[in-house]
């Protein structure tokens, strides 16, 4: 399978090593050279682009499409491109990129927000005859960029297809996300997007208030005392809201109304939590602790 690799990040770099690395099983299972998989890949950069090549993430990088070496090959022998560029790039990449192919090729994305990118896309690549399946998988670190780059990054961590009348690409999407190990979770752009802002948007968000409202303390001395105190608790608590800025402005900007909505769900529970505490119903703070105690387990691995 040709593979392309548009945005070569901690995820693009991961999703490129692990596809190669599959080479050598494929290899000793007896299948020929030709038959083994082949990525390409589009940075803004050239040296995350020599880079991508040094640790074999991607056989060929360039900055410009055009830059690739038998480019005019690819254009007609590319299976699928993955676009691994920040949300606001996806749909501008996609409209380059898409008339330069042959058609029938599969576009897929990378994005953690699907109603605002499924649709726009799908136009774009019908419009030169290709087909868009949208993505997301679900697996990452606070690190960015090729250096984060890892192997089995995906491995046993969900990754949500979106439904598309095109079964067979469709099937060729989950086939490749299941190839590098991710488990494989099919549902509409809005239920995806509600999903996330509950449980990564909406996160961000909160842990982000919460260093915010540290920073307040207008007491100097108490303010160091926190900082040094700070141990696993709140490092845990915090950590998603130390992240990248940018894509935590994207997460908003693009999925606006389901993060409102699960920020509006959580102030009304915190503002339970506060009346428990003002009224010293501790018996009844107890029971709210003891039922997310239990209800956590939901949501872990």
């Given at each position: 399978m040709n593979i392309g690799i548009v945005g070569l990040g901690l995820i693009g770099g991961s999703l490129g090593l692990d596809i190669l690395a599959a080479n050598k099983n494929l290899y000793e299972e007896g299948f020929f050279l030709d038959e083994l998989n082949y990525v390409w890949g589009l940075s803004r950069s050239m040296e995350t682009c020599r880079y991508a090549s040094e640790i074999s993430a991607v056989n060929i990088a360039a900055v410009d499409i055009n830059d690739l070496p038998n480019h005019n090959y690819i254009f007609e022998n590319t299976d699928i491109v993955v676009i691994c560029t920040p949300i606001a790039a996806i749909l501008p990449t996609i409209a380059a990129l898409a008339p330069k192919f042959s058609p029938n090729v599969i576009f897929t994305d990378v994005g953690s927000v699907k109603s605002a990118i499924v649709e726009p896309a799908s136009k774009i690549c019908e419009q030169s005859g290709q087909r868009f399946v949208g993505s997301h998988p679900m697996a990452g670190n606070a690190s960015q960029g090729i250096s984060a780059a890892k192997w089995n990054l995906f491995k046993n961590r969900p990754c949500v297809v979106t439904p598309s009348a095109d079964s067979e690409a469709v099937r060729e999407v989950r086939s490749l996300w299941q190839s590098v190990g991710m488990n494989i979770y099919e549902c509409s752009p809005e239920e995806h997007d509600r999903a996330v802002a509950m449980i990564s948007h909406a996160p961000v968000m909160i842990s982000a208030?919460?260093?915010?409202?540290?920073?307040?303390?207008?007491?100097?001395?108490?303010?160091?005392?926190?900082?040094?105190?700070?141990?696993?608790?709140?490092?845990?608590?915090?950590?998603?809201?130390?992240?990248?800025?940018?894509?935590?402005?994207?997460?908003?900007?693009?999925?606006?109304?389901?993060?409102?909505?699960?920020?509006?769900?959580?102030?009304?529970?915190?503002?339970?939590?506060?009346?428990?505490?003002?009224?010293?119903?501790?018996?009844?703070?107890?029971?709210?602790?003891?039922?997310?105690?239990?209800?956590?387990?939901?949501?872990?691995?």
């Open positions: 208030s919460l260093i915010a409202a540290c920073q307040q303390e207008g007491d100097a001395g108490v303010l160091k005392l926190a900082q040094n105190l700070a141990s696993s608790g709140f490092c845990d608590t915090s950590r998603v809201g130390g992240g990248n800025p940018e894509l935590g402005r994207l997460m908003a900007e693009y999925n606006q109304p389901a993060l409102l909505r699960s920020l509006q769900t959580y102030q009304h529970s915190l503002q339970e939590v506060i009346s428990l505490i003002e009224n010293k119903q501790w018996a009844e703070l107890e029971a709210f602790l003891a039922n997310t105690q239990r209800d956590r387990a939901f949501y872990m691995d």
